[in-house]
């Protein structure tokens, strides 16, 4: 894990325009553990000029050797797995175990789902007498988050890549240096020099000069609401593409047939997993009045086997929050939950280590839907169980929150639990403990964002089309 003092711009590591840096801190020890350089509007700029440059040749490169450069750089994902997990682990914070499976392994499953999608995907199809042809967007600005680093920044790249677009990447300043991998790997690969750029940087400085650049033909933003406002706003004045993927508050329906021992469970480890700082983590439980004293049990049992600890120990099930922003963040949500008259059950405000930003597992009962641990998203290891009277009310708690990115639902047979999600304003829905799929379309309704990430459904966002008629 070595960090660059430098941009991967136009296929090699310039000097930044500035001579600022941002410091890397690993929040297990709060101890810094590299520098890397604060971008400025200037290395912007040359960046989006260098994916200029690039992107008529790549834009014509023929679908099947796009195809086999993202092969590549799956391959060299591959080969650096664990260094990508070692790092994650430092400058997240994310058990190393987790770390390995989710944060390297997942990023490689979805970077191959795109190489042999780019060797599929039909460009170009046949509608009466017309012919109606597929191109890239052109330049995009993708701007990344901390929480999933190397995931989001190829469920990025992958499709854009695919689609023959040319990348600028921000990524978050918490992360980088998983970033930095991911360009050394965009290296290896063989990728033609400017098909990719990175500028570290600072949101309001970097990301804001992406975001606002003339050269930038579509803006992909992952984080939160507030920012993708902020986004949109910009792209919108400048008639730009863009894509949000931004937060949520997903609701996790227990419907009385389930089995409620494995539906709290596994509630619970989604919740906690990646220390709650997932954006469609299932943080609202939703248990039928008559069942819900036996699920808050469940739950209290269940929680106490997640012990915050050295996330370099593989069997760590819980490290700490990102920074001591989000750990104050965190903090100040479970004060606020017990001063609205949410019951405590597991964790609360004690810290389980003195140093690093940790936060207890935290289980609250008694939770109203209008409380702000309720409504909000929290971002921690922080789970709220919810009663509801009757399958009606469960399905006005489910979506009455401003977000729709995810959701759950259990039930005694699939047929029941499907008929329930069908109903939630919500992009995304596992059926009694579905499993990932990253052929899937990711993205949210409401103000859970704009458009989708993921299979067919995300190559399609870095593509416009063309009708010629005969």
């Given at each position: 894990?070595?960090?660059?003092?430098?941009?991967?711009?136009?296929?090699?590591?310039?000097?930044?325009?500035?001579?600022?840096?941002?410091?890397?801190?690993n929040?297990?020890?709060?101890?810094?553990?590299?520098?890397?350089?604060?971008?400025?509007a200037?290395?912007?700029?040359?960046?989006?000029?260098?994916?200029?440059?690039?992107?008529?040749?790549?834009?014509?490169?023929?679908?099947?050797?796009?195809?086999?450069?993202?092969?590549?750089?799956?391959?060299?994902?591959?080969?650096?797995?664990?260094?990508?997990?070692?790092?994650?682990?430092?400058?997240?914070?994310?058990?190393?175990?987790?770390?390995?499976?989710?944060?390297?392994?997942?990023?490689?499953?979805?970077?191959?789902?795109?190489?042999e999608?780019?060797?599929?995907?039909?460009?170009?199809?046949?509608?009466?007498?017309?012919?109606?042809?597929?191109?890239?967007?052109?330049?995009?600005?993708?701007?990344?988050?901390?929480?999933?680093?190397?995931?989001?920044?190829?469920?990025?790249?992958?499709?854009?890549?695919?689609?023959?677009?040319?990348?600028?990447?921000?990524?978050?300043?918490?992360?980088?240096?998983?970033?930095?991998?991911?360009?050394?790997?965009?290296?290896?690969?063989?990728?033609?020099?400017?098909?990719?750029?990175?500028?570290?940087?600072?949101?309001?400085?970097?990301?804001?000069?992406?975001?606002?650049?003339?050269?930038?033909?579509?803006?992909?933003?992952?984080?939160?609401?507030?920012?993708g406002?902020?986004?949109?706003?910009?792209?919108?004045?400048?008639?730009?593409?863009?894509?949000?993927?931004?937060?949520?508050?997903?609701?996790?329906?227990?419907?009385?047939?389930?089995?409620?021992?494995?539906?709290?469970?596994?509630?619970?480890?989604?919740?906690?997993?990646?220390?709650?700082?997932?954006?469609?983590?299932?943080?609202?439980?939703?248990?039928?009045?008559?069942?819900?004293?036996?699920?808050?049990?469940?739950?209290?049992?269940?929680?106490?086997?997640?012990?915050?600890?050295?996330?370099?120990?593989?069997?760590?099930?819980?490290?700490?929050?990102v920074?001591?922003?989000?750990?104050?963040?965190?903090?100040?949500?479970i004060?606020?939950?017990?001063?609205?008259?949410?019951?405590?059950?597991?964790?609360?405000?004690?810290a389980?280590?003195?140093?690093?930003?940790?936060?207890?597992?935290?289980?609250?009962?008694?939770?109203?839907?209008?409380m702000?641990?309720?409504?909000?998203?929290?971002?921690?290891?922080?789970?709220?169980?919810?009663?509801?009277?009757?399958?009606?009310?469960?399905?006005r708690?489910?979506?009455?929150?401003?977000y729709?990115?995810?959701?759950a639902?259990?039930?005694?047979?699939?047929?029941?639990?499907?008929?329930?999600?069908?109903?939630?304003?919500?992009?995304?829905?596992?059926?009694?403990?579905g499993?990932?799929?990253?052929?899937?379309?990711?993205?949210?309704?409401?103000?859970?964002?704009?458009?989708?990430?993921?299979?067919?459904?995300?190559?399609?966002?870095?593509?416009?089309?063309?009708?010629l008629?005969?």
């Amino acid at each position: 894990m070595k960090a660059h003092d430098a941009m991967y711009i136009g296929g090699q590591w310039r000097p930044a325009a500035g001579g600022d840096t941002i410091a890397v801190v690993n929040p297990a020890d709060e101890q810094v553990i590299g520098h890397v350089p604060a971008g400025t509007a200037e290395d912007v700029d040359a960046a989006v000029r260098a994916a200029r440059d690039a992107f008529p040749g790549w834009a014509a490169t023929p679908p099947a050797e796009r195809a086999a450069r993202i092969a590549a750089l799956r391959d060299a994902l591959v080969a650096r797995k664990d260094e990508i997990a070692l790092t994650v682990t430092s400058e997240l914070g994310s058990p190393l175990g987790f770390s390995q499976m989710v944060h390297a392994g997942v990023p490689i499953l979805v970077a191959g789902s795109y190489a042999e999608l780019a060797a599929t995907y039909s460009f170009e199809e046949k509608t009466g007498n017309s012919t109606v042809f597929m191109e890239p967007v052109g330049v995009v600005g993708a701007i990344t988050p901390w929480n999933y680093p190397l995931h989001q920044i190829v469920a990025k790249v992958a499709p854009a890549l695919a689609a023959g677009c040319t990348v600028v990447l921000k990524p978050a300043e918490d992360t980088p240096l998983t970033a930095q991998l991911f360009a050394e790997a965009v290296d290896e690969a063989g990728i033609p020099a400017g098909v990719f750029n990175l500028v570290t940087g600072l949101g309001p400085v970097a990301g804001q000069a992406l975001a606002e650049h003339e050269g930038v033909d579509l803006v992909s933003f992952t984080g939160s609401t507030a920012v993708g406002k902020q986004i949109g706003a910009t792209a919108g004045a400048a008639v730009k593409r863009v894509a949000l993927e931004l937060g949520g508050k997903s609701a996790n329906v227990v419907l009385p047939s389930a089995d409620l021992a494995k539906a709290v469970k596994v509630g619970v480890a989604n919740v906690m997993s990646n220390s709650g700082q997932t954006c469609s983590a299932w943080t609202r439980m939703l248990v039928h009045r008559d069942q819900y004293d036996e699920a808050v049990a469940l739950a209290a049992g269940a929680v106490a086997k997640y012990v915050a600890g050295d996330p370099h120990d593989e069997s760590s099930r819980l490290g700490p929050v990102v920074n001591a922003k989000q750990h104050a963040r965190v903090r100040g949500y479970i004060e606020k939950g017990v001063a609205e008259g949410a019951r405590l059950v597991a964790g609360g405000l004690d810290a389980p280590h003195e140093k690093g930003y940790y936060v207890s597992p935290t289980v609250f009962a008694d939770v109203t839907p209008q409380m702000t641990i309720a409504q909000e998203e929290i971002f921690g290891p922080v789970l709220s169980l919810i009663a509801y009277e009757d399958e009606a009310d469960a399905l006005r708690i489910a979506n009455g929150t401003v977000y729709g990115l995810a959701g759950a639902v259990w039930a005694a047979d699939d047929a029941e639990a499907v008929a329930f999600a069908r109903r939630m304003d919500t992009g995304q829905v596992d059926i009694n403990g579905g499993r990932f799929n990253p052929l899937a379309p990711f993205g949210g309704y409401k103000q859970s964002g704009v458009g989708r990430e993921l299979g067919a459904h995300g190559l399609s966002e870095y593509l416009q089309t063309k009708s010629l008629q005969f």
